[in-house]
């Protein structure tokens, strides 16, 4: 399992070393905080290969949140929708 946290997932190379690290240190689940996600930012734009995407984008335009998880294709996963 890999968690990070990486201040905007879209902006410079980040989606690309993450890439490298979960193939490098084999990976299964990898958890991402302060994604910036957005409503526009296309899902195709945080796929990763070879894992099931779940994601919560941020609320507010300059809000600087967002969460990401991907799980390896295979692992049983599903999105709970829990209200606390």
Known sequence: MLYTNVRSITSGTKREEL???IKTENVDVVGITETWGRV???YS???IPGFKLFRKDRAAVNDK????MHC???MLSR???VMI
């Not at 949140?65 to 990401?68: R, T």
């Open 45 to 47: 734009n945080l796929e």
């Open 19 to 21: 890439q490298v690290l």
């Open 40 to 42: 526009d930012i296309l």
């Open 79 to 81: 999105l709970l929708n």
């Open 72 to 74: 390896m294709l295979g």
């Open 65 to 68: 949140k967002g969460v990401v």
